[in-house]
């Protein structure tokens, strides 16, 4: 149980364009979801936490307008990277929680704006 | 500030083998949740085990198990007779109020 699903797990898009990572709960209702991202040999750095129903806390520093997070059911998450620029290259990863207190982390998609 | 220290950034060791990876971390709460989680090339984060703060016994799972001094902020863990399955990031994390701190990672190599 407790599987979290991740789609695209690779996607390319052109420099200004927008790109929706979808992350689902598969098993069980998430009430929150977290958004990481992962740069190259580092730790995972948290980027935003979305509780359903409510807009999501973005963690200091991290563009609120430019890293859109919905929330809109027990078991979607979606983050959406609007207007997309080299920089934003990277790993992401969500995690879900249940009712428990422990995360369960989605397998990753890997972002490469060109 | 609630921070977890890795202070070893690779180690490596021969299969079959017992190794031990450090991780402190600092925190003023009483009540928390320790984690252990491995990295494959894949990037799949899977957890290795945890320890719950008010827990006295050492989790352990399997070939996995832990060194949980609450006094010293000390949270290591053992991996017995290792398999070149092991080979990964090891991370270090802790639970506050729900959101984990991660420690920097310790990228393990099993030789044959």
């Known amino acids: 149980g407790a599987v979290v699903s991740q789609h695209p797990s690779w996607v390319i898009c052109k420099s200004g364009t927008s790109v929706k990572i979808e992350c689902r709960s598969l098993d069980f209702q998430a009430t929150t979801m977290f958004w990481y991202r992962q740069f190259p040999k580092q730790s995972l750095m948290l980027m935003a936490t979305s509780n359903e129903g409510s807009k999501a806390t973005y963690e200091q520093g991290v563009e609120k307008d430019k890293f859109l997070i919905n929330h809109a059911s027990l078991t979607l998450s979606t983050l959406t990277v609007t207007s997309a620029h080299p920089e934003d290259s990277s790993f992401y990863i969500c995690?879900?929680?249940?009712?428990?207190?422990?995360?369960?982390f989605g397998p990753g998609t890997r972002l490469t704006v060109t | 500030a609630q921070t977890v220290t890795q202070s070893q950034p690779e180690m490596s060791v021969q299969e079959a083998e017992t190794v031990t990876l450090s991780c402190t971390y600092d925190t003023s709460e009483n009540n928390y949740y320790l984690f252990w989680y491995k990295q494959p090339p894949s990037r799949q984060m899977i957890l290795v085990i945890r320890?719950?703060?008010?827990k006295q016994q050492n989790a352990t799972e399997n070939r996995f198990s832990v060194n949980f001094q609450k006094a010293a902020k000390s949270f290591s863990l053992k991996i017995s007779d290792s398999q070149l399955g092991d080979t990964a990031m090891y991370f270090c994390?802790?639970?506050?109020?729900?959101?984990?701190?991660w420690g920097a990672g310790t990228k393990l190599i099993i030789k044959p």
């Open positions: 994390a802790f639970d506050s109020n729900y959101q984990l701190i």
């Open positions: 995690s879900a929680r249940g009712v428990g207190y422990e995360q369960y």
């Open positions: 320890q719950e703060a008010y």
